[in-house]
């Protein structure tokens, strides 16, 4: 049997059909002190804007609350979407989290702006080209260090200083993957929704990686792949509330932007096209009984040699995502 690496959760804070944003932070952070209690590694938050239906646009904010009822669980950014933001801010709110969470924080950090181009416009407060991202990890390596001085600028940052903060490079493409490897930094890989040509993009991560990086926080390549993940108590009931996520991924497509919806009958389920588009889109899944997804899950680990997961459940009832996530830890660690 493979070995049962760790797992993880990312969310996105999701509004389903019937809530509202309070609703959603409120199952967010009971999401987190369930993760805690049933053993998981982490739980990151992503960064998006510009929806009225995801409350996820302040990592920083919900690694705050989400760490404070937690006792365990490292709390993290999945990512911070750097462009968005100014570096030395995002090194002073990290820095913070730090010290009052101690060995529990960690920064992903990604390039895409995790909204559209006018929103990430008014957003924008550095560069998102691989070499702006790259200088700006350099500036943020220089103030989690025990120096906590820049690498470009004679600037500190004393509230981060000598933190450490473990960062992580997240991305979907061989660019991204290119970078994390040229700095030595682990590797997270949005397999969930980027499912073309994972097996290049790691193997570009792992063949550019330098330990000798001036920001290297690892002597060898780290990787974490994203997959997507519903569990029910059999394969029957799993594809039926796996529906929400393909309804939620043509929703996407078409800029229907809406709530996360119910589930329906997998036949009924859009048209036959639909269903193929959204399958392959999503393709990289454990959906089924805990067995069959567990199998789902060890065929993945052997495909990617994936150091760890990050799981993406959607669920219209916030129960059906609890319950997926007991059953995965029931049979998994």
């Known amino acids: 049997m493979t070995h049962h690496i760790p797992l993880n959760i990312l969310d996105l804070v999701h509004v389903t059909e019937g809530g509202t944003i309070n609703d959603a ?15 998981y590694s982490r739980i990151w938050y992503a960064e998006h804007h510009n929806t009225a239906y995801l409350g996820a646009s302040s990592p920083a904010m919900l690694i705050s609350r989400a760490a404070s009822l937690t006792q365990r669980i490292r709390v993290g950014s999945g990512g911070v979407m750097l462009p968005n933001h100014a570096p030395l801010q995002v090194a002073e709110e990290f820095g913070t989290l730090a010290h009052f969470f101690p060995d529990r924080i960690d920064l992903g950090l990604g390039r895409a702006p995790g909204t559209d181009a006018l929103t990430a416009q008014v957003l924008s407060r550095s560069g998102a080209d691989p070499q702006s991202f790259a200088n700006n990890i350099y500036d ?16 500190v940052s004393g509230v981060s200083t000598g933190t450490h903060v473990p960062l992580w490079i997240l991305g979907s493409s061989i660019s991204g993957a290119s970078i994390a490897g040229q700095l030595g930094l682990p590797f997270c890989i949005a397999s969930h929704f980027a499912p073309d040509e994972v097996d290049r993009v790691l193997e570009i991560y792992r063949s550019s990686f330098d330990p000798t990086a001036p920001t290297a926080q690892i002597s060898t390549p780290y990787v974490m792949a994203g997959i997507n993940v519903m569990i029910a108590p059999t394969d ?40 193929a588009f959204a399958e392959s889109f999503l393709r990289i899944k454990a959906v089924g009984s805990p067995a069959t997804a567990c199998r789902a899950l060890e065929r993945f680990i052997e495909q990617t040699q994936a150091d760890e997961l990050m799981v993406m459940t959607y669920a219209h009832d916030p129960a059906d995502k609890m319950r997926s996530m007991e059953l995965l830890a029931q049979h998994w660690f």
């Open 236 to 275: 029957d009931e799993a594809m039926r509330l796996w529906t929400t996520s393909q309804r939620m991924i043509l929703d996407v497509r078409t800029g229907n932007r809406q709530k996360l919806q119910p589930p329906v009958a997998p036949d009924a389920m859009g048209t036959a096209e639909q269903r």
């Open 25 to 39: 932070l409120n199952t967010s952070m009971a999401v987190a002190q369930l993760a805690d209690r049933l053993g």
């Open 140 to 155: 943020l390596t220089g103030w989690f260090s025990d120096n906590g001085l820049a690498q470009s600028e004679p600037i």
